[in-house]
């Protein structure tokens, strides 16, 4: 029996009466500035098209499937919204300085995290990232022998290249997914800092 596709108004009033988070229906991939403004506001982007059936193992661009399975559950999770709050926070403001390598970074982390992030629970690997919970092929191998698992370090995921056309093979685990809040820390000092540096060298 082939069930109704999810509400995206339904899902999103019921998300908002949990946890103060809205969804925001898009047609299509959003620039950077209007995707991290968005979370910075605690709404969250949804795509209103399904891919077909010939993405249905792995697919370049985030569906409704990819939204709604892959982050919208993790909403409700404060330690993952607070997360994804700070960074579009954090991006707007550093848009407003217009630091272009900063930016990237930002993308970076997000990738390594919320799209492509495993973390340890009791001993066992467990998969948070919506592209992988989102695609069979993609958990299937985060959850295999063959990957590439690193423990994850800021400076070294701020600094490696985004690649979304491919089965991520490198992939940083993060000791719980609690642990977090740790990486939204050092993130927050690590952009003081550079903001100190601005400041310093205007005056």
């Not at 390598?101 to 995290?113: A, K, P």
């Not at 977090?180 to 540096?197: C, N, P, T």
Request: glycine share 4%; proline share 4%.
């Amino acid at each position: 029996m082939i069930q109704d596709i999810p509400n995206i108004n339904d899902i999103s009033d019921f998300l908002q009466e949990q946890t103060g988070w809205q969804l925001w229906p898009v047609k299509g991939l959003l620039e950077a500035e209007d995707y991290f403004y968005l979370l910075s506001h605690r709404y969250f982007p949804v795509a209103t098209f399904v891919s077909s059936n010939t993405d249905i193992d792995f697919s370049q661009l985030p569906d409704l499937w990819h939204d709604i399975f892959g982050h919208i559950p993790l909403l409700f999770s404060p330690i993952y919204s607070n997360f994804l709050q700070n960074l579009g926070n954090q991006y707007i403001t550093i848009k407003d300085v217009n630091d272009k390598d900063i930016e990237q970074e930002i993308v970076r982390l997000f990738w390594y995290t919320i799209e492509a992030g495993v973390c340890d629970e009791k001993g066992k690997l467990r998969v948070y990232g919506a592209s992988q919970l989102s695609s069979i092929k993609e958990i299937k191998y985060a959850l295999s022998d063959r990957q590439i698992k690193y423990p994850f370090k800021l400076e070294n995921v701020i600094n490696l290249t985004v690649e979304i056309d491919r089965v991520q093979d490198r992939l940083f685990e993060i000791p719980s997914f609690e642990y977090l809040r740790v990486i939204q820390d050092d993130f927050d000092s690590y952009i003081a800092s550079i903001s100190y540096g601005m400041l310093r060298k205007q005056q």
